[in-house]
């Protein structure tokens, strides 16, 4: 039997290595810009540290692919692998996660929220410097996931089965933010400003929405646009509504319980060894 192209991906420890270096670098740096720069002096400066952060494991996956024809082959064509057969994964991952907020926002009327959680504002929960909110909104997930399923996910993968590729990721994937809770008005520094339940809801949360994209991700011949549509729909509808914090925890246990759902019922998946 022919190998599978994913075992091609190897450089496991060298690519984490500097993906989290790297970023945690210049995130350090804007860290401590945000919090000890005046703010008319800083305008530009930490939303470019952080944004050079964000671009760089991008950068380390297209040095990483291109050094191979086969992997550069590769790379390119899992754009456009679409196929007729998977409208019902492509169409789930356009519509899982804002239906997930919708109903964790419904069930939450039921505990005597507010239904002006359903109002869509026009405006954030977060601030990004010279950056308008709605354009990191869209271009964090495509460089991140140009990165973790450009090289990140496969190179655990081909050492690992998916449960393990995911755990593992999910894991490292919420250590990897941790930088970002210094940056002055960012999201994840809300989220540590809110209290310990909802930082912990952040971390939580990230176990199911790795599951369930690598599953897409696998089901679609490992199609990038997927994980990016993805990952583009859990930030963006988390953001233009009114949810209420506590909404949020409730989408956690929704998106767990399909999660849950979905490797029980695609076993063969998560728990082989090999792609081939």
Known sequence: MKEHIVI????????YFLATLIPWIFWFAASYVSHHVVYSESTWVAPLLGLTGLFSPMFLTIILVFQRQELRKDFLGRFLNLSSDKWQYYLTACLLMPASILCA???SLLFGY?????VITGHYTFISG????WFLLILAPILEELAWHGYGTDCLRSRMNLFKTSMLFAAYWAIWHFPLAGIKGYYH??????GWFYS????????????????LYYKTNRNILVAIIFHITAGY???????HPDSKCIQTILLLIVSIIVVLKDRQLFFKRTLA
């Not at 507010?114 to 359903?118: E, I, K, L, T, V």
């Not at 520094?189 to 809110?194: I, K, L, R």
């Not at 912990?200 to 599953?215: Q, R």
């Open 105 to 107: 926002m419904a069930i």
């Open 114 to 118: 507010s239904p002006s959680q359903f």
């Open 130 to 133: 010279v950056f308008p909110v």
């Open 237 to 243: 509808f988390n953001e233009i509504f009114a949810t």
């Open 189 to 194: 520094a809300n989220v540590v400003s809110e």
């Open 8 to 15: 091609k991906y190897r450089h496991t420890v060298l690519f």
């Open 200 to 215: 912990l809801n952040f971390i939580v949360s990230i176990f199911p929405f790795v599951f369930l994209m690598n599953w």
